[in-house]
Nanobody, 125 residues
Framework: QVQLVESGGGSVQAGGSLRLSCVASTTYTYSPDCMGWFRQAPGKEREGVATIDSDGTTSYAESVKGRFTISQDTALNTLYLQMNGLKPEDTAMYYC??????????????????WGQGTQVTVST
């Protein structure tokens, strides 16, 4: 069973940047059809932030477009989320997830099968 481990979270002031990483603990090249970053703030439902499919096609939530960039390094089995121009409303626990799905990754919503444990991002004013 593949395990996903996130890192890179922390506390920053508004306008700052963070880069999240998600490493898949496998001994082989891990390349699922869909990988994504999600977040959940206290009292709110988990929401999608960005997804990337196996051919590199990306999608973003409207709230992060132009500020966040999802990317992956398949040689390192690592997924990234570069977050610039952070806002207090970006404060949440951030999770990475993976799923093998032959269709549009966006259509999955949050219905991914493999999840990491999360990394906290806190943005202060």
């Amino acid at each position: 069973q593949v395990q996903l481990v996130e890192s890179g979270g922390g506390s920053v002031q508004a306008g700052g940047s963070l880069r999240l990483s998600c490493v898949a603990s496998t001994t082989y090249t891990y390349s699922p059809d869909c990988m994504g970053w999600f977040r959940q703030a206290p009292g709110k439902e988990r929401e999608g932030v960005a997804t990337i499919d196996s051919d590199g096609t990306t999608s973003y939530a409207e709230s992060v477009k132009g500020r966040f960039t999802i990317s992956q390094d398949t040689a390192l089995n690592t997924l990234y989320l570069q977050m610039n121009g952070l806002k207090p409303e970006d404060t949440a626990m951030y999770y990475c997830a993976a799923e093998n799905w032959g269709g549009d990754c966006l259509a999955l919503g949050t219905d991914f099968g493999i999840w990491g444990q999360g990394t906290q991002v806190t943005v202060s004013t």
